[in-house]
C-alpha cells in the first residue's frame, strides 16, 4: 500500500509553505533519514526528511510551488518489495484560474485533526527522526514508550525533550478549530497603491517577509511601546575586549563588541528580573532564565537566533555560538529551537554607524535593546571634559508588563556593566 507523504508543519506557526526544491525524482529509492525536499516556512528554509522507506512513486506537488496547505499530500512512496499499482503523474504546477461563468462549487469534506500516534508496541517499527533517535540513546529513552507528534506520527526532537517517561506523553500541537461555516470570516484583502506612472519591478513576497510583515504590525499595533535611552562610555569594555581577545588567539576565538553587548544585557537583566518577563493576557510570564535573540539580517528577511541561558555563559562561548548561528540563518538552515523562544532581543546597527534608534519589540517578549555605534564624543570623565568612546542605547518595552522604574533600572544596570566591565568575566 503506498504511502502517502504530507506537507509537514516544520514550525508552531506554519500554516502553509513553499516547496522550495525536490532532493529526490520519481523511481528513486529512498530510506528513512533521507532528505526529501526543501520547504520555504514561515521562518526559514528547512529540509524536510522520509520516515519511510521504499521508492518515490510520484511527486504531486511541483517544485516551487507556493502556499501548499499543511497536510496536502505532496508525494508517494511504496514500500519496499511492493510493485505501485500505476505509474503517477507528473507534478503540475498550480495556474490561476481563467475567469468564467459561475458554476456551483464542492463543499470540501471537514478536515479532522488526528490525535498523536500511541507508543509502538514491544517489537513495533518506531518511527523517529536521526536526531531524536540520537537524543534517545543518548538519555536512555527507550523510543517505543514515547509518543509521536511529528509528521505520519513520527518521534521528533519535542518529544523527546519533553518525554516524562511512563504515562506522561508529549502533547501534540493545538490546532486552531475552525471558524463557524454561518460566519466565515473574509481573507485581508491589500489596498491597491497608485504608481503614480513611476516604472518600477514587482517582487512577491517570500514567506519570510509575509511573516515579518505581519508580527511587526501586530507588535506596533498591540504593544504599548516606552521608549528609555542612555549614553553608555565603551572604553573600558574596549580594553577588556583586547586583553580578552590576546589571550584567546591560541584559541582561535576573536570577540566581537556584540559579543560581550549580549552577555551584558543577559547580566543586567539577570539584576533586573522584572525585565526579563512576558505579557500573557490574564497572567505575568517571569522567566528564571535569560536567552537572548538577537538580530540577523538573512537573505530573506530578519531572524532572531537565541543565545540560550546568556547569563550563564562565557563571553568566547556567547562568541563561538553567535557565530554558527549567524552563518544558519544567512543560509536559511537554523532549525525552529534555535529561533523559537528567548526572553529578550538585541539589535545591533552601530557597524552601519547609525547612532541611535528604536527597536520594535519581538512578541511575545517584553523588551528589545537597540544599540548604536560606539564614537568619539566629548564626554565629561571624572568632572572634566574629555574626548571618550560613546554608545547610545534605547529600551523598547511592552509597558503592560513592564513599568517606566524598571526598565530604567535594566537601562542603568545595563550602563554600570558596560562601564565596569570586568563584572562580565566574574
Known amino acids: 500500500m503506498s504511502i502517502e507523504i504530507k506537507m509537514p508543519a516544520l514550525s508552531p506557526t506554519m500554516e502553509e509553505g513553499k516547496l522550495a526544491k525536490w532532493l529526490v525524482k520519481q523511481g528513486d529509492t529512498v530510506a528513512a533519514g533521507d532528505i526529501l525536499a526543501e520547504i520555504e516556512t514561515d521562518k526559514a528554509t528547512m529540509e524536510f526528511e522520509a520516515i519511510d522507506e521504499g521508492t518515490v512513486t510520484s511527486l504531486a506537488v511541483a517544485e516551487g510551488a507556493e502556499g501548499v496547505k499543511v497536510g496536502t499530500v505532496i508525494a508517494t512512496i511504496s514500500p519496499e518489495g511492493e510493485v505501485p499499482a500505476a505509474k503517477a503523474a507528473a507534478p503540475v504546477a498550480v495556474a490561476a484560474p481563467t475567469p468564467a461563468a459561475p458554476a456551483p462549487v464542492a463543499t470540501p ?213 553567535m557565530k554558527a548561528l549567524a552563518d544558519k540563518a544567512r543560509e536559511g538552515k537554523l532549525q525552529p529551537h534555535e529561533y523559537q523562544g528567548g526572553t529578550a532581543s538585541l539589535s545591533n546597527l552601530g557597524m552601519f554607524g547609525i547612532k541611535q534608534f528604536d527597536a520594535v519589540i519581538n512578541p511575545p517578549q517584553a523588551m528589545i535593546l537597540a544599540v548604536g555605534a560606539g564614537e568619539q564624543r566629548p564626554y565629561v570623565v571624572d568632572g572634566a571634559l574629555a574626548i571618550a568612546t560613546v554608545m547610545s542605547v534605547t529600551g523598547s518595552f511592552d509597558h503592560r508588563a513592564i513599568d517606566g522604574a524598571d526598565g530604567a533600572a535594566l537601562m542603568q544596570a545595563f550602563k554600570d556593566i558596560v562601564e565596569n566591565p570586568l563584572a562580565l568575566v566574574a
Open 109 to 321: 469534506a471537514p478536515v479532522v485533526a488526528k490525535p498523536a500516534q500511541a507508543p509502538a508496541a514491544s517489537g513495533a517499527r518506531v518511527f523517529a527522526s536521526p536526531l531524536a533517535r540520537r537524543l534517545a540513546a543518548e538519555k536512555g529513552i527507550d523510543l517505543a514508550g514515547v509518543t509521536g507528534t511529528g509528521p505520519g506520527g513520527r518521534i521528533v526532537r519535542a518529544d523527546i525533550d519533553g518525554y516524562a517517561g511512563g504515562n506522561a506523553p508529549a502533547l501534540a500541537p493545538a490546532v486552531p478549530a475552525a471558524a463557524p461555516a454561518s460566519a466565515p470570516v473574509p481573507a485581508p484583502v491589500a489596498a491597491a497603491i497608485p504608481d503614480f506612472g513611476i516604472p518600477y519591478e514587482a517582487e512577491k513576497l517570500n514567506n519570510v517577509r509575509k511573516t515579518i510583515a505581519r508580527r511587526l504590525t501586530e507588535a506596533k499595533q498591540t504593544i504599548p511601546h516606552i521608549y528609555l535611552s542612555v549614553d553608555v562610555r565603551l572604553d573600558a569594555l574596549l580594553k577588556l575586549r583586547g586583553d580578552l581577545n590576546k589571550a584567546l588567539e591560541g584559541e582561535g576565538v576573536k570577540l566581537s563588541v556584540n559579543d560581550l553587548v549580549i552577555k551584558a544585557l543577559a547580566r543586567a537583566l539577570q539584576r533586573t528580573p522584572k525585565c526579563n518577563v512576558s505579557f500573557a493576557g490574564e497572567e505575568l510570564r517571569k522567566f528564571s532564565r535569560v536567552d537572548i535573540s538577537v538580530a540577523v539580517a538573512a537573505p530573506t528577511g530578519l531572524i532572531t537566533p537565541i543565545i540560550v541561558d546568556a547569563g550563564s555563559k562565557a563571553i568566547s562561548q556567547i562568541s563561538k555560538e
